[in-house]
């Protein structure tokens, strides 16, 4: 059952009780859940996490407890801020031009701007993607995306599946 962009629909289980799954939800408010029946849908775990701390400006991998990577990001504005939360890797795309503003990757969380009401036309969804601007890492100058070098997110695009629980702290 793919998603409006063609991708495969993943959520993220919150908690499980017999026959029925609550699911983190790619819907606003950010953090809203659903249930699901167990058995129709297919699950998978991962054994990575996502840690984004904003204050810091990095963005931590996560195999079990081991860190296995530390990025430097670019983060929202004060006016259009990286909200913080529970949220998970949606979809990957691939821009068509490698060497743009997006990189040469772009994952979109189940999370959403809570400043803009759209983005370029539509939904205000918060993203994880490359730069044409390495200079704005470590600094507060996107619409709430975070923004990784393009080999960062190359590397974390070949790593990490689709439902990868990513949580966004201060």
Same mark, same amino acid.
């Given at each position: 059952n793919p998603n409006e962009n063609g991708a495969p629909r993943v959520f993220l289980v919150q908690a499980k009780m017999p026959g029925w799954w609550q699911v983190l939800l790619p819907v606003e408010p950010n953090g809203s859940t659903g249930w699901v029946k167990a058995a129709q849908v297919n699950a998978s775990q991962t054994p990575y996490r996502i840690e984004v701390a904003r204050g810091a400006h990095v963005l931590r991998l996560f195999s079990g407890d081991q860190k296995i990577a530390e990025e430097k990001v670019a983060i929202g504005t004060s006016?259009?801020?990286?909200p913080g939360g529970r949220f998970f890797l949606m979809e990957l795309l691939r821009p068509s031009n490698p060497n743009g503003a997006y990189g040469p990757y772009a994952f979109? !969380?189940?999370? %959403?701007?809570?400043? !803009?009401?759209? %983005?370029?036309?539509?939904?205000?969804?918060?993203?994880i993607h490359g730069t044409n601007d390495p200079s704005s890492l470590g600094r507060d100058v996107s619409h709430g995306c975070i923004r990784l070098s393009n080999d960062s997110i190359t590397r974390l695009a070949q790593t990490v599946p689709l439902g990868t629980p990513v949580e966004i702290v201060a």
């Amino acid at each position: 059952n793919p998603n409006e962009n063609g991708a495969p629909r993943v959520f993220l289980v919150q908690a499980k009780m017999p026959g029925w799954w609550q699911v983190l939800l790619p819907v606003e408010p950010n953090g809203s859940t659903g249930w699901v029946k167990a058995a129709q849908v297919n699950a998978s775990q991962t054994p990575y996490r996502i840690e984004v701390a904003r204050g810091a400006h990095v963005l931590r991998l996560f195999s079990g407890d081991q860190k296995i990577a530390e990025e430097k990001v670019a983060i929202g504005t004060s006016d259009t801020p990286t909200p913080g939360g529970r949220f998970f890797l949606m979809e990957l795309l691939r821009p068509s031009n490698p060497n743009g503003a997006y990189g040469p990757y772009a994952f979109g !969380l189940s999370g %959403f701007s809570t400043s !803009l009401d759209d %983005f370029g036309g539509r939904d205000p969804v918060i993203g994880i993607h490359g730069t044409n601007d390495p200079s704005s890492l470590g600094r507060d100058v996107s619409h709430g995306c975070i923004r990784l070098s393009n080999d960062s997110i190359t590397r974390l695009a070949q790593t990490v599946p689709l439902g990868t629980p990513v949580e966004i702290v201060a």
